[in-house]
């Protein structure tokens, strides 16, 4: 199957009380960091520094909407996951299957803003938010989903926690110590 990825920057980081793409760590944006760790996938940026929302704060669910895949599928990453690691992309095509979407679930939650979706999905995702419906979730509970544990993340040897995001200077902290990162 052939990948492409989209980065979303788009988030108003309203909690983190500044730009969560430009946060640092090892010199690098968060956004530069997870551009790199993506090198390998021809990658869109869906916000700020890359094709502007058509509606600014709508989410997630409306950026991705508008969205057309080009390959077999698309891996799906917020730019707010400090500890991303592009190896993620691997093990979520290899338990595809015949899932519409692969979506690790990290502390008994799903993280579908680092999840690989079938391009086919998207057409779904175009009628759910036609239908004037907002919540990204929406869209998982109508695919076909294979989702991937925190066990299965360790034994590819991935921090399990690779997938979360930080949306507070609180989270940001204890990701950076999960993952033994010292700034």
Known sequence: MKIEAVVLTGGSSRR???DKAGLR???KTLLQRTLNELRDYPTTILGPGGVLDADPGA???AALAAFLPQADGVFVVACDVPLFDGRLVELLLAQAGAAEAVVPVVKDRLQPLC???RASAFTRLQAIHASGERRLMSWLEALNLRSVNEAELAAAGLNPLCPLSANTP?????LLIAGGIVE
Do not use: A, I, T
């Open 59 to 61: 989410g997630p669910l």
């Open 170 to 174: 609180e989270e940001w902290r204890e």
């Open 25 to 27: 760590l090892g010199g």
């Open 115 to 117: 999840g690989l979706y």
């Open 16 to 18: 983190m009380g500044v």
